[in-house]
Nanobody, 125 residues
Framework: VQLQASGGGLVQAGGSLRLSCAASDRIFDTYITGWFRQAPGKEREFVAAFSWSGGSTAYADSVKGRFTISRDNAKNTLYLQMNSLKPEDTAVYYC???????????????????WGQGTQVTVSS
């Protein structure tokens, strides 16, 4: 399975971006899926996920209410809608998928097996 993330860019604080993650196979309605990010000099951190292939979602506290994870199973595409962006949201964003249909720990990197290459999001103040 290959994941291809896209949609990053430069945006002013308060703006919006939508990230996309295209999969080479139909997996988004089968396995757990999520978004992570990594800022320079920091560890990769959890952003949002479908903790169950059937649709339960989880969000990091820092993005709750601003970001929305969604998917289009017919297009094999995962999305991350990011609104009210802040400079601290600046990072490389990665999409990921696991090999199980459900997890009780969607925030753990170790739950995910397939990773996209990352897309840069830069928010200017």
């Amino acid at each position: 399975v290959q994941l291809q993330a896209s949609g990053g860019g430069l945006v002013q604080a308060g703006g919006s971006l939508r990230l996309s993650c295209a999969a080479s196979d139909r997996i988004f309605d089968t396995y757990i899926t999520g978004w992570f990010r990594q800022a320079p000099g920091k560890e990769r951190e959890f952003v949002a996920a479908f903790s169950w292939s059937g649709g339960s979602t989880a969000y990091a506290d820092s993005v709750k209410g601003r970001f929305t994870i969604s998917r289009d199973n017919a297009k094999n595409t995962l999305y991350l809608q990011m609104n009210s962006l802040k400079p601290e949201d600046t990072a490389v964003y990665y999409c990921a998928a696991g090999r199980t249909p459900i997890t009780m720990t969607p925030r753990r990197l170790s739950e995910y097996y397939y990773w996209g290459q990352g897309t840069q999001v830069t928010v200017s103040s």
